[in-house]
């Protein structure tokens, strides 16, 4: 419980030095969901390897370890936030109902669910206007958000998130997807040639979201 306690210590912090909204969460045992809306280009970036560099030395020193702890780079993929933030947000806290950890998703307490279906706790996290406009009151929104969970994500959503994050791609239809590729300099489908920029997808800010895994 304690490492769970500072790792989200830590993540408050970093967020409020970087100016990022965490909109959802899930800490797992071995792996983190988040989704994030950058105040400026970097930003997640920089909360990431702040983050991650603060929790390694805390579980280097507690455990008497040494060397790395996560696997690589984080991944981030760009949320069309109108038509999946919602259903990112299911993905988020479903997982440790998928990984058989719990039965029902209030019965993890390492997630943002409680927050968004039973308004208890998680008051730094930041309500989305999407999750806002499910009612017009606390108890309204989270009695909405609750009816979200009677269901279960559908394969083609799963396929389409894991797809997306794995590959840094973007999760959004057509027209967003061509939105972003004219703020990137590209053609849609087709990579610019040359040296690639270095303000990539997960450096994007604005209305968009980053669903950093």
């Known amino acids: ?17 970087y100016q990022c909204a965490l909109h959802a969460y899930v800490l797992m045992t071995n792996h983190v969901h988040l989704l994030v ?6 930003s997640v970036s920089r909360l990431m390897q702040s983050l991650g560099r603060r929790y390694v030395q805390y579980i280097n020193r507690q455990y008497r370890r040494s060397g790395t702890l996560w696997e690589g780079r984080f991944k981030a993929s760009l949320v069309q936030a109108e038509t999946y933030l919602l259903i ?10 998928r990984a058989q950890m719990v039965a029902q998703p209030q019965d993890y307490r390492w997630s943002s669910y409680r927050r968004h279906a039973m308004n208890e706790g998680g008051e730094w996290l930041t309500d989305h206007p999407v999750y806002s406009g499910l009612g017009a009151t606390a108890a309204a929104r989270a009695l ?38 004219v703020m990137l300099g590209r053609k849609s489908g087709a990579k610019k040639k040359g040296r690639p920029r270095r303000n990539g997808i997960s450096e994007l800010s604005g209305e968009q979201q980053e669903l950093g895994l």
Not at 1 to 17: G, I, N, P, S, T
Not at 37 to 42: D, E, I, L, N, V
Not at 154 to 173: C, F, K, P, V
Request: hydrophobic share 30%; net charge negative; aromatic share 12%.
């Open 1 to 17: 419980d304690e490492d769970y306690q500072c790792y989200l210590h830590w993540l408050r912090a970093y967020l409020e030095k």
């Open 37 to 42: 809306t950058p105040g400026k280009a970097g």
């Open 144 to 181: 909405a958000y609750q009816g979200l969970f009677r269901t279960e994500l559908d394969a083609e959503d799963l396929t389409t998130i894991r797809g997306a994050t794995n590959r840094s791609g973007i999760m959004g239809d057509e027209r967003f997807r061509e939105e972003i590729a």
């Open 88 to 97: 990112c947000s299911r993905y988020i806290e479903l997982n440790p109902v």
